[in-house]
Structure formats: structure tokens, C-alpha cells
């Protein structure tokens, strides 16, 4: 039985994350502010852009990987 990556997602699971953690950022927006708050939004918000680089990468690697088949 093969091993997965716990931090490998398949390409359908990376909009299941992205909604998720879109979420959690309107719930932290909820919160009055205060440095607790405003910590986690910087880390969600660069989270969320290093997962959108990743998507754009996968997209543009995908068509190269199928010519290779």
C-alpha cells in the first residue's frame, strides 16, 4: 500500500482548502481587532496566495506532464 503526502492534495482538494480557509478568515474579520487576530489574518492571507501560486503552477504543469505520457 502506498504512502500519500500529508501535505500533497489532489487538484479537486485544493478548492475544498481554499474554502475552508476562506472561511476561517471570515471568521477571524469577525473578531474584534487585536494583534491575535491580525496575526492569524497575515499568516491565512499569505497562506492563501502561496496556494493560488501553487494552483497556477499545477496548471501550467499539467498540460506538459499529459505530452508526456
Known amino acids: 500500500m502506498e504512502k500519500r503526502n500529508l501535505f ?3 487538484t479537486n482538494e485544493v ?3 481554499a474554502e475552508a480557509i476562506e472561511a476561517r478568515v471570515s471568521l ?3 473578531l474584534p481587532p487585536g ?3 491580525d496575526s492569524r ?3 491565512l492571507n499569505s497562506f492563501m496566495k502561496k496556494l493560488d501560486q501553487l494552483m497556477e503552477q499545477a496548471q501550467l504543469e499539467q498540460p506538459v506532464r499529459l ?3
Open 15 to 17: 478548492t475544498i482548502v
Open 41 to 43: 489574518l497575515i499568516f
Open 67 to 69: 505530452g508526456m505520457d
Open 35 to 37: 494583534e491575535w487576530r
Open 28 to 30: 477571524l474579520q469577525a
Open 8 to 10: 500533497a492534495l489532489e
